[in-house]
């Protein structure tokens, strides 16, 4: 009786599956192991167990960078001649908020420079934030730091004509104008 | 009709086509992984940003997943532990598509990370497409493709 169990048992498609699980356990495995190695020896590896920054943590130095920036004049502008000046083809509209806030909805035209990443996103910016006539950085709301921040980065960097729009998106959304998504 | 169907059959049974199908589905997948094996901070915000997984979590999978699939994929194309490894990347192709539709379905705009983790938001529909397309590949090569020790025999 055992001993037809057995190979009733060892006849069974069963056994091909397991040996199938046990090759992807080791891939698996073999792969898993070769990425932590890489980890270990990288120049700057990553944490393991730890979750990532959140954004807000990464912001604190920049604020230390920003503080430490002479307080150049940074002139406002209402809505309604943000929506005037947004006509003008020489007008670049900034948006200081995260990038997955930008995505889910920003002004139209807007491009997304989130100040917490100033430093590696402006040098692809930076042509173009030169040759516009004037440069409007917006964030969330008055109480929103980020927009002033922006604003004060790219004046740092000899961009003049700089403004801020301080109402910023919570403003443009309850005057009921569209946003755009990505 | 029917003759149709089994010529497109015995096409595809060819060894061949399953080669070359092999190759392609190994050379995307050593494609996908470069980037990410490059950049593991940008693949692990990548990762953290589709919510799916435990914030502790997320590193270690962000660390391991592309050397998981280019090993998977080295392995297909060598012929070691082959069959497995056509398994693992078509389970691989189905998380995916699972964790896209997921996200499809809570209406996030994200970056996939397939290819490229400096990539902005990506059309969903579009990356299921793609998701699919691949999964076919898979498909065809768990159907077709058995070394010659690994033919089921027939009793």
């Known amino acids: 009786m055992r001993v037809f169990c057995y190979n009733r048992f060892m006849n069974l498609p069963w056994r091909l599956a397991?040996?199938?699980?046990?090759?992807?356990?080791?891939?698996?495995?073999?792969?898993?192991?070769?990425?932590?190695?890489a980890n270990r020896i990288a120049k700057k590896p990553l944490p393991l167990w730890t979750p990532l920054p959140d954004r807000q943590e990464q912001r604190e130095p920049l604020a230390q960078v920003v503080k430490d920036l002479p307080r150049s004049s940074l002139p406002t502008v209402d809505c309604d001649t943000l929506r005037q000046l947004r006509d003008d083809p020489s007008t670049l509209v900034l948006d200081a908020r995260l990038d997955a806030a930008y995505r889910q909805g920003h002004i139209p035209g807007a491009v997304s420079l989130p100040v917490v990443e100033f430093f590696v996103k402006f040098a692809d910016l930076r042509a173009r934030i030169a040759a516009a006539g004037l440069v409007i950085v917006y964030c969330i709301d008055p109480a929103c730091p980020d927009g002033r921040?922006?604003?004060?980065?790219?004046?740092?960097?000899?961009?003049?004509?700089?403004?801020?729009?301080?109402?910023?998106?919570?403003?443009?959304?309850r005057r009921g104008y569209e946003l755009a998504v990505e | 009709m029917s003759w149709q169907w089994s010529e497109t059959i015995a096409w595809l049974r060819r060894p061949r086509v399953v080669m070359l199908s092999?190759?392609?589905?190994?050379?995307?997948?050593?494609?996908?992984?470069?980037?990410?094996?490059?950049?593991?901070?940008?693949?692990?915000?990548?990762?953290?940003?589709?919510?799916?997984?435990?914030?502790?979590?997320?590193?270690?999978?962000?660390?391991?997943?592309?050397?998981?699939?280019?090993?998977?994929?080295?392995?297909?194309?060598?012929?070691?532990?082959?069959?497995?490894?056509?398994?693992?990347?078509?389970?691989?192709?189905?998380?995916?598509?699972?964790?896209?539709?997921?996200?499809?379905?809570?209406?996030?705009?994200?970056?996939?990370?397939?290819?490229?983790?400096?990539?902005?938001?990506?059309?969903?529909?579009?990356?299921?497409?793609?998701?699919?397309?691949?999964?076919?590949?898979?498909?065809?090569?768990?159907a077709w493709d058995f070394s010659r020790h690994e033919k089921p025999s027939r009793r």
């Open chain 2, 22 to 142: 092999r190759w392609v589905l190994g050379g995307i997948f050593v494609w996908a992984c470069a980037d990410k094996i490059a950049h593991p901070e940008g693949f692990a915000r990548i990762v953290a940003e589709y919510r799916l997984l435990p914030a502790r979590l997320v590193p270690l999978f962000a660390l391991t997943l592309p050397w998981v699939e280019l090993t998977a994929a080295l392995c297909m194309l060598v012929g070691l532990f082959r069959r497995a490894a056509i398994w693992l990347l078509s389970l691989l192709l189905l998380v995916f598509l699972a964790a896209i539709s997921i996200n499809v379905v809570r209406g996030l705009a994200f970056s996939c990370g397939c290819f490229s983790v400096s990539g902005g938001a990506e059309n969903p529909w579009l990356l299921l497409g793609r998701d699919l397309l691949f999964l076919l590949l898979a498909a065809h090569l768990l």
């Open chain 1, 18 to 37: 397991f040996r199938r699980v046990g090759e992807m356990a080791l891939i698996v495995a073999i792969g898993g192991a070769f990425g932590l190695a």
């Open chain 1, 149 to 173: 921040s922006l604003g004060d980065l790219l004046q740092a960097q000899g961009i003049r004509k700089v403004m801020l729009f301080d109402g910023g998106i919570e403003e443009w959304r």
